[in-house]
């Protein structure tokens, strides 16, 4: 069946360090995949997306690039702030199913 | 546009209990998606529902219920709680129009099993 892996947390990093969040998936089709995060006490919310092999998603600064060949869809911001302080969750969806996630990545950014 | 609402976002039960808990899903979506959030196990799928019909589901016991109204509002129902039933438990709404997998999450009801 699908699934995400996800590298364990927690990351701790200064600000404006640059972060790396890896992901890698199983799938047995073309999934799309996705990065949520969750902000403490507060429910997910998207942070980007790609739908097909080598598509760039980004959004507030982060990035993250699908990768057919290697299945990976790893995160990367070139210089994080406190406020990215949060849980980072990868997923994949295919159509016909549910939306399948890692377990998470928590991340800790000190100033 | 008001997001996803649960509710109540915070009980305490006690094992044996049963617990109902709703979600509104955002105007115009018509899918509604239910998760399980634990420290040990993540994000765990519950179900899915479309158009009143339930069109996924997770691998739960069947003490986990759920249904879905005419007015695309939802309600899932735990019976006969254990304490492994404490978690956050997660709603999330879709268009479906298409379907691309982007869900919408609530902030979640938070059970405790006591």
């Known amino acids: 069946g699908n699934s995400v892996t996800q590298m364990e947390g927690p990351v701790t990093l200064s600000e404006e360090a640059f972060l790396t969040i890896n992901c890698t998936y199983t799938?047995?089709?073309?999934?799309?995949l996705f990065w949520y995060v969750q902000y403490p006490g507060e429910g997910l919310q998207l942070l980007l997306k790609?739908?097909?092999?080598?598509d760039k998603g980004s959004n507030k600064g982060f990035e993250a690039t699908y990768r057919k060949e290697t299945t990976s869809f790893h995160l990367e911001k070139g210089s994080v702030q406190v406020s990215d302080s949060a849980v980072y969750f990868c997923?994949?969806?295919?159509?016909?199913?549910?939306?399948?996630f890692g377990k998470g990545t928590t991340l800790s950014v000190s100033s | 546009k008001a997001g996803v609402t649960q509710t109540p976002r915070y009980l305490i039960k006690t094992r044996g209990q049963q617990v109902t808990l709703s979600c509104s899903p955002i105007?115009?979506?018509?899918?509604v998606s239910w998760y399980q959030q634990t420290p040990g196990q993540g994000l765990q799928f519950l179900f899915e529902?479309?158009?009143?019909?339930?069109?996924n589901k997770g691998n739960f016991p069947g003490r986990f219920s759920g249904r879905q109204f005419s007015n695309s509002r939802s309600e899932m129902n735990v019976s006969t709680l254990e304490l492994g039933d404490s978690a956050l438990y997660l709603c999330?709404?879709?268009?479906?129009?298409?379907?691309?997998?982007?869900?919408?999450f609530g902030e979640g009801s938070r059970l405790t099993v006591l």
């Open positions: 999330a709404s879709s268009f479906d129009r298409p379907n691309t997998g982007e869900l919408f």
């Open positions: 799938a047995t089709g073309y999934p799309s």
């Open positions: 790609a739908t097909k092999a080598d």
């Open positions: 997923a994949l969806w295919e159509a016909g199913t549910a939306l399948i």
């Open positions: 105007s115009g979506h018509r899918s």
């Open positions: 529902y479309f158009s009143e019909t339930q069109r």
